[in-house]
């Protein structure tokens, strides 16, 4: 018996989608090295200018997203509704049917388009089976109809045949002459039925409501596009949310049937529901904010001074520094030094940063950073990657294409949002160290050229354009395809025309102003430095000039020849204050107890179970509800009411030792149960031989007694 021929076997591993990441780096983290909150390269928070409180105090013991069930992010709308996803209703389109007078009429009146000989054969063609030979398409001549007339007539052979026949409107070119013709089929065997439904639905956008779990925002748009058959850049949402939480937020997409959304979803591991319509499609920024539910677990501290501490939060509110996060992952080499090298049109500096070994990373990314280092084979670097969505790979792709030293076009391979978190970052860290610096000089009095918006309901600018800066993305993962092109050069001219508008939004105070009480430290804004800004019209206005000469640039230097590049500014709040605070303390047994219910666990019905459950056991949990305007960390929020570092090296070294502190606590009644045991066991042992004692002395004195008796 012949031997059967053995498969060949693929060298590339099958990327599996799962409800985590899919792909490789799975197996790879597997690998990483232990992660025991000891990371000395980890990036801390003085390191990007993040050091000052606004209220003194000593603090407490928390930890931050100990898990990712700990951190619930809802986006609030531009109405001020908190978003919720409730409803999983699928809606469908309206159908189109006439009544018999209608249907009357519109025979009547398409009588010479469609003919009683067509009628005949069309109803043949419906008791056909979509299989039969003789199922052959009919066409129906419309060119002199407009479009509204040619959907009077697909009104009408719905109404007629239903599901039995589908009717869709072709041009095609006969001897010079362009046509339009309504071809009535049978529906393709294999083919899906949405695919011939009409548009019937009230608005253009299909706007819905997304609930993902530890999952970017870019990613569950990836996801969803893959599975529709369109690009990213066409499922449109308001703004990014955390990946390590449970967030729902408002996506839209056009003219897609809410079913085949549904499906997609399903593949996508997310949830949808909440469907509605609409003429406009979402922008980046089109929200009011985001309520945040947070646990802050493993509290360790006296629960009066911790109330005081929320009061104080609540009332004198926090630095609206930006987050850790804003800033990438490593301590030797931060995204805003790849911004300063951008900035300066320094691109072999930006591409050797990006591409440079640095310790714990992962496995595969090491080996390749290795390689392209000491190599500087970018093709062969680029050919180690599984995934293309790191940045890394986009990079090495560039270099491989235009050549090993032409840096600018390698560049452009990067899509241009990902690019320019770069100079962001720099902006952002500029921005930090001139927060802090205002807060420790001159405290929390306004002083005479403090910046205020003219219009006091302007909300803060967004440093991104189309980019939301609440976005906690990995920053060498690239969202999509687009590349970065090149931009002419912006004549000086033009854009010195365009200064003065965004400059006259904000004004200096005066001291008139300061003492006629009309604003406070809540109302002050400071600048992201840019070519198109104003500044401080006092000693603070300096000090954006001698932070970006310690880089080598300057304000007009910012007006980069590229205008992609070209960073014109942005204002930002210097305080805020958190809305609708609300908190309570609950006991927990477990570090994996559920302590706060989703939008999910709501619709299956376990939120009352999880809410309203008595806690039970030695662990104390801090439970938070507020929020905050777009762009605003939350993780500042929570440094300002613990006094101590969020970074996720420092929040797994608190963690690692509350919890080796439980476990301490949990074995010290054994040991002293067993050590009470074992003197037991020993005061036991001490009477027996006590009593053992004795008794050979008894035994012995008788003895010795009978021995002087005389006989």
Known sequence: MPQRKKAKTSWRPKQMHTKHRPGPEEEWRKRLPKNDGSNKNSLREDQVGITEYVSR??????????????????EIDLDGKVLQLNDLTVPKPAEPTLDEEELAAARQKFREIITDDTWNKMSTLAALGAKDPAAQPIDIIVTALDKTERGQIH??????????????????????????????????????????TR??????????????????????????????????????????????????????????????????????????????????VLKLG?????????????????EVEIQQALENLRDKGFINYFGLQRFGNHADIPTYEIGVALLKADYKTVAELILKPRSNDLPFMAEVRKKWWKERNSAAAAAMFIPNEFIEKKLLDGLAKYGENDYAAALRKIPRNMLLLYPHSFQ??????????????????????????????EMDEDIIEKCDLDSTTDIGKCE??????????????????????????????????????????FDVVLPLPGHDITYPSNEIGAWYEEI????????????????????????????????????????????????????????????????????????????????LPPSVYATMFLRELLKSDTSAAQQLKIEIDEMSKVRDKQQTPKVNESKEDAAHVESVNEVATTEKRKLTADETAEVEEKKSKPS
């Not at 997203?65 to 700990?70: A, E, G, I, L």
């Not at 105070?509 to 009309?518: F, H, P, Q, R």
């Not at 942005?570 to 609708?580: E, Q, S, V």
């Open 286 to 302: 089109d929200l009011k904010g985001n309520r945040f539910k947070i646990v802050l677990r493993h509290v360790n501290g006296d």
């Open 480 to 521: 999509d395809n687009q590349e970065v092109k090149e931009d002419a050069e912006t004549p000086a001219s033009d854009a010195k025309n365009e200064d003065s508008i965004f400059k006259r939004k904000v004004k200096a105070l005066t001291e008139e102003d300061i003492v006629s009480g009309n604003y406070t430290l």
């Open 155 to 196: 009104d009408m052979l719905k109404t007629l045949y239903s599901s039995k026949l589908v009717g869709s409107t072709v041009t095609e070119v006969k001897d010079s002459t362009e046509e339009r013709i309504i071809r009535v089929m049978k529906p393709k065997y294999n083919s899906s039925s949405e695919k011939r």
């Open 548 to 627: 970006l000469a310690e880089y080598g640039l300057s304000s007009e230097k910012l007006r980069h020849k590229v205008k992609t590049f070209a960073m014109a500014g942005a204002y930002r709040k210097l305080l805020i204050c958190p809305r609708d605070l609300t908190w309570k303390f609950r006991k927990y047994s477990t570090p994996e107890e559920t302590l706060i219910a989703s939008d999910w666990d709501r619709i299956a019905g376990k939120a009352d179970k999880i809410e309203n459950t008595e806690g039970t056991g030695d662990l104390k949990a801090l439970l938070l509800d507020f929020c």
């Open 57 to 74: 105090g000593a603090g407490f013991t928390g930890v931050v997203k100990s898990r990712f069930s700990d951190f619930h992010v809802n």
């Open 199 to 280: 548009w019937n639905f009230p608005g253009e956008y299909v706007h819905f409501l997304v609930y993902k779990e530890n999952m970017e925002t870019s990613e569950a748009a990836s996801r969803l596009a893959s599975r529709i058959g369109i690009h990213p850049s066409n499922v449109n949402y308001c703004g990014t949310k955390d990946k390590r939480a449970k967030t729902t937020q408002k996506f839209c997409i056009k003219r897609r049937l809410p079913s085949q959304i549904v499906t997609a979803a399903q593949k996508s591991y997310v949830r949808i529901g909440n469907f509605t319509f609409s003429n406009n």
């Open 428 to 457: 952002s860290f500029v921005f930090n160290r001139i927060a802090s610096r205002r807060i420790k000089e001159h405290g929390f009095k306004l002083i005479p050229g403090d910046l205020v918006y003219r219009n006091k309901e």
